[in-house]
């Protein structure tokens, strides 16, 4: 005869405790003794307790699920920042839901109203939203939000960052220290990163006495890393005396590398050029690409690790905190001349 599973009633039995005690100690909850946790997990073990997932969502309200909007899920940087998230879900009991937006508000706003409907216990979003409704809904809800790389500022909740015109300040900064003097700047859609690296870039222009032309700003819309790369870099190696450039991703930064071969200038003793994100291309492309790291999968793991906490202790007061994640100027090849030392933010 088949040996029926046991449940947390059998262990409760045992224990000399109630069920919710059990089913609260399997959650981790705050509400529970770290003593009798360690005795309900040990027998758990013991006796290879499965939960019924479906039977504690009803009971606890709670899925042990979190949902992911991401905005690009074959883009390296939030590729790592997935990794980040998925690796402190599982250490934490959790799983994820991930939507790509691709960029588009309105997949956005579709995506929150399909994990409000799963009924998920939290949501992480890297906001590219045109309007804030959606989130809104989420809050009246009382379901927790983490921002990560981006953040609508008029919602109190925690944000995950990098300190976006900082680093753009910095880049640009180092290619001056190199030497460049007529600083081309290459940007992807507009989103608030990109603005903010866009800011970074114009102060440091202008700290170092040179004007702000606005020929050596391509800030386009609507095309792939790669057309941006190419084509609009040759918009910029067209204007005469150009001499550094700054790109918002190292795609683009890839691209002014290959135009630079096709018209036979040289990197970085023509044009130095240093790019954004630190991703695997960045290190094995010729002239290895000078850039500034952007640790997606310590941002994930913070994120995650903010929301579920929030998530385990919905009575405590929240006091939210906006964490920026340090980032540094990585020097290689393409802009190494004379003396150069990486920077850190």
Not at 138 to 147: A, G, S, T, W, Y
Not at 169 to 191: P, Q, R
Not at 257 to 279: H, M, Q, R, T, Y
């Amino acid at each position: 005869m088949k040996k029926k599973p046991i449940t947390i009633l059998d262990i409760g039995e045992e224990l000399n405790i109630s069920a919710s005690t059990v089913s609260r100690a399997l959650a981790d909850s705050s509400l529970v003794n770290s003593e009798t946790k360690k005795k309900v997990v040990e027998l758990a073990k013991k006796y290879n307790y499965q939960p019924n997932f479906t039977a504690l969502s009803l009971q606890s309200n709670s899925t042990k699920t979190i949902g992911v909007l991401i905005p690009n899920v074959v883009h390296e940087f939030f590729g790592l920042v997935l990794r980040g998230v998925e690796d402190h879900c599982h250490s934490s009991g959790y799983s994820c839901i991930v939507y790509p937006t691709n960029e588009d508000p309105d997949r956005e706003i579709s995506g929150i109203k399909a994990l409000m409907t799963g009924r998920v216990d939290g949501v992480l979003l890297s906001f590219r939203g045109k309007t804030n409704l959606h989130i809104k809904q989420l809050i009246e809800r009382n379901i927790p939000l983490v921002f990560f790389d981006t953040a609508d500022e008029s919602f109190a909740t925690h944000r995950v960052l990098i300190d976006d015109k900082k680093a753009g300040y910095l880049a640009t900064k180092h290619l001056i220290e190199v030497g460049s003097k007529k600083i081309g700047f290459i940007g992807g859609s507009e989103n608030i990163n990109n603005q903010l690296r866009l800011e970074g870039y114009k102060q440091a222009v202008s700290e170092a006495g040179i004007t702000i032309d606005p020929q050596l700003i391509v800030y386009s819309l609507d095309k792939s890393q790669d057309e941006m790369g190419l084509e609009d870099s040759e918009k910029l190696l067209s204007v005469k005396g150009i001499d550094g450039i700054f790109a918002t991703t190292d795609m683009f930064a890839v691209g002014v590398l290959k135009n630079l071969k096709k018209i036979n200038l040289k990197c970085p003793e023509d044009i130095a050029v240093i790019g954004f994100s630190n991703w695997a291309i960045s290190r094995v492309y010729e002239p290895s690409l000078s850039t500034v790291e952007q640790p997606g999968y310590e941002m994930g793991i913070k994120a995650a690790e903010l929301l579920i906490d929030q998530i385990k202790n919905p009575e405590t007061p929240s006091d939210f905190k906006t964490v920026l994640i340090p980032t540094e100027v990585i020097v290689r090849t393409s802009t190494a001349r004379g003396n150069n030392v990486a920077h850190s933010t």
